[in-house]
């Protein structure tokens, strides 16, 4: 198979699932624009906030396309090949990954823009509700260590390519002056929007063009903001948590529009670059069915590896917790969730095809960040010619570190409304002390961790994601059960990714209990006996709280339940 080739099918059976499969999906889902949003019944200028459809897309989607499309994919291809990579994100996108993330927006919207530890409460009983809170808040700490530790290692090594281009240019400190004056430019862009309140148009216009003006700029500021690691970790769960409290029409909108056409744009050189760089396929399409590590069989690793290409659980907290509170139409649930999700698909290939394209020998020992922003930038050389290679390359790392950044500060804003809706706390004081509980603990395991950590949660970190999608669709068919509508294109999604995740996270636990051992007995260092067991951990209270939640739907105690939300009722209805 070509380049040329792959990206034109792999274009066609998008276009092609979301035509078809895509609108069956919502007509199962019955969306009413008759139906008041959350956005309009509760606006209160913060979280509530209704958003025109494609600036929601864009902030959707560079909410959700963070390092686990580009990393994971990557990752995978390093260990078994790029074919079945590409056979689990064209298919898994279609009929899984999009389908759950279309299913709990607009579950998310009918019920009042409420979470999904608020939905499980609902639908399968209080303690149901209390566990999946446990479970998303185990996920989200994975979530803010792996993101938070890959973005402070490229703000402080940047793209490797560039590591000898000049001694005057600090490639990581180029990634994290380009990355700050991109939030900056969004605090402006928010501003721009409430002050002058200007069409779209304009407003595109002026400030998605600024947006590469500041990668240049970053270029000429190389030296300006060099910190170690665990500085830049600290300083970005600091603004994490700044961000977190902000109202989403000052930075979480803005921020993500313009972070929707860096994606566009990455997307783009992507295309470019398969069509017309003239390069050839150097990875081989198969390489094993397992590599002999702890995580290395194909069976069920490479569907826990990619962790967001395909399917994501991440997605579910995103669209109950951020953007269903944005929704201006019930219709808006079809393009906002199932195309974002089929749009991160084809991110998904483009780090793929940046994998493809780079001989074994070359590949080994890079890390996934590298492998992408190398590849990009090339690709962006064929527009602005080899001689701008030090902007290329910036370009590409300070994308991928833009994706990361982007869902870091979302992570956290969900976890502080997901305490805050289960405590029932309010006001300021509410929305800061459940900021800094949420960032806590991943301030205390990424100071535990050395540089490169994050590779030691990663697989974990993508078995919690795929149970937590498993554990969304479980909602989702209880609900379609509930209402009398078809379940079965949420049930057998939701049996299929359940098997592999407990799978994975079974293989998971008993490989780290060994790991521990091993340390307790001399044979292994104390830092890698204490990652095992803080995975260990886990693992257990993972599948733990997976089966409680599985038994209760099951046993259907939910629906003896008293209820605690209520669908909102169509306009004009009594």
Same mark, same amino acid.
């Given at each position: 198979m070509s380049l040329p080739v792959l990206v034109v099918g792999a274009l066609g059976l998008l276009a092609l699932g979301y035509r078809l499969y895509g609108r069956w999906i919502g007509r199962t889902l019955a969306l009413d624009d008759a139906r008041p949003t959350p956005a309009h019944v509760h606006e209160d200028g913060v979280d509530f906030v209704p958003a025109r459809p494609f600036y929601l897309f864009g902030q959707h989607f560079s909410a959700i396309a963070a390092a686990g499309p580009i990393a994971g994919p990557i990752l995978a291809a390093q260990s078994f090949g790029w074919a079945p990579c590409l056979l689990w994100i064209a298919f898994g996108v279609v009929f899984i990954g999009a389908v759950h993330d279309c299913s709990s927006l607009a579950i998310s919207v009918r019920h009042g823009g409420h979470g999904l530890a608020e939905l499980a409460r609902e639908l399968l009983g209080p303690r149901a509700g209390i566990a999946l809170l446990a479970f998303i808040w185990i996920a989200l700490l994975y979530v803010i260590v792996a993101f938070t530790d890959i973005t402070a290692g490229t703000f402080v090594t940047g793209p490797e390519e560039l590591a000898g281009v000049a001694t005057d240019f600090h490639p990581g400190g180029a990634v994290a002056a380009a990355a700050i004056m991109y939030l900056l430019l969004a605090v402006i862009m928010g501003q721009w929007e409430r002050i002058v309140k200007p069409p779209l148009w304009l407003t595109t216009v002026i400030f998605v063009p600024a947006t590469f003006v500041v990668v240049w700029a970053g270029t000429l500021f190389s030296h300006a903001l060099l910190f170690d690691r665990t500085t830049w970790g600290l300083l970005i769960l600091a603004y994490c948590g700044i961000a977190s409290v902000l109202p989403a029409s000052a930075l979480l909108q803005p921020r993500g529009y313009?972070?929707?056409?860096?994606?566009?744009?990455?997307?783009?050189?992507?295309?470019?670059?398969?069509?017309?760089?003239?390069?050839?396929? +150097?990875?081989?399409?198969?390489?094993?069915?397992?590599?002999?590590?702890?995580?290395?069989?194909?069976?069920?690793?490479?569907?826990?590896?990619?962790? !967001?290409?395909? !399917?994501?659980?991440?997605?579910?907290?995103? !669209?109950?917790?951020?953007?269903?509170?944005? #929704?201006?139409?019930?219709?808006?649930?079809?393009? #906002?969730?199932?195309?974002?999700?089929?749009?991160?698909?084809?991110?998904?290939?483009?780090?793929?095809?940046?994998?493809?394209?780079?001989?074994?020998?070359?590949?080994?020992?890079?890390?996934?960040?590298?492998?992408?922003?190398?590849?990009?930038?090339?690709?962006?050389?064929?527009?602005?010619?080899?001689?701008?290679?030090?902007?290329?390359?910036?370009?590409?790392?300070?994308?991928?570190?833009?994706?990361?950044?982007?869902?870091?500060?979302?992570?956290? *804003?969900?976890?502080?409304?997901?305490?805050?809706?289960?405590?029932?706390? *309010?006001?300021?004081?509410?929305?800061? +002390?459940?900021?800094?509980?949420?960032?806590?603990?991943?301030?205390?395991?990424?100071?535990?961790?050395?540089?490169?950590?994050?590779?030691?949660?990663?697989?974990?970190?993508?078995?919690?994601?795929?149970?937590?999608?498993?554990?969304?669709?479980?909602?989702?068919?209880?609900?379609? *059960? *509930?209402?009398?509508?078809?379940?079965?294109?949420?049930?057998?999604?939701?049996?299929?990714?359940?098997?592999?995740?407990?799978?994975?996270?079974?293989?998971?636990?008993?490989?780290?209990?060994?790991?521990?051992?091993?340390?307790?007995?001399?044979?292994?260092?104390?830092?890698?006996?204490?990652?095992?067991?803080?995975? +260990?951990?886990?693992?257990? +209270?993972?599948?733990g709280l997976a089966g409680y939640l599985v038994v209760r739907a099951v046993r259907g105690r939910g629906a003896r339940t008293p209820a605690t939300i209520r669908e909102q009722p169509r306009a004009g209805a009594p």
């Open positions: 313009l972070g929707g056409f860096v994606l566009y744009m990455a997307l783009a050189l992507g295309v470019i670059g398969a069509l017309f760089g003239g390069y050839a396929i +150097a990875q081989p399409a198969f390489k094993t069915w397992d590599t002999g590590a702890l995580s290395g069989a194909l069976f069920p690793f490479l569907f826990v590896t990619i962790a !967001c290409g395909a !399917c994501s659980g991440f997605h579910g907290l995103v !669209c109950s917790g951020t953007t269903s509170k944005q #929704v201006d139409k019930e219709s808006h649930c079809v393009p #906002v969730g199932y195309g974002a999700m089929l749009a991160e698909g084809f991110v998904a290939v483009i780090a793929l095809i940046t994998i493809m394209i780079v001989p074994t020998e070359r590949a080994a020992g890079l890390a996934p960040g590298t492998i992408y922003g190398q590849g990009i930038g090339r690709f962006l050389t064929l527009l602005i010619g080899e001689h701008n290679m030090k902007f290329a390359m910036t370009f590409g790392a300070m994308a991928f570190s833009t994706f990361v950044f982007d869902t870091l500060d979302v992570s956290t *804003r969900l976890g502080r409304i997901i305490l805050q809706e289960l405590f029932g706390w *309010r006001g300021r004081a509410g929305a800061a +002390a459940a900021t800094m509980i949420t960032l806590a603990v991943p301030a205390w395991m990424l100071g535990f961790t050395k540089s490169g950590g994050w590779l030691q949660f990663w697989t974990l970190f993508g078995a919690s994601n795929q149970l937590l999608a498993a554990l969304t669709l479980l909602l989702v068919t209880v609900w379609l *059960r *509930r209402a009398g509508r078809r379940s079965l294109h949420a049930l057998l999604p939701m049996l299929f990714v359940l098997a592999i995740t407990v799978w994975a996270l079974g293989t998971l636990l008993v490989g780290n209990v060994r790991a521990m051992q091993a340390a307790a007995g001399g044979t292994a260092g104390a830092a890698a006996g204490g990652t095992a067991a803080v995975n +260990a951990v886990s693992a257990a +209270a993972l599948l």
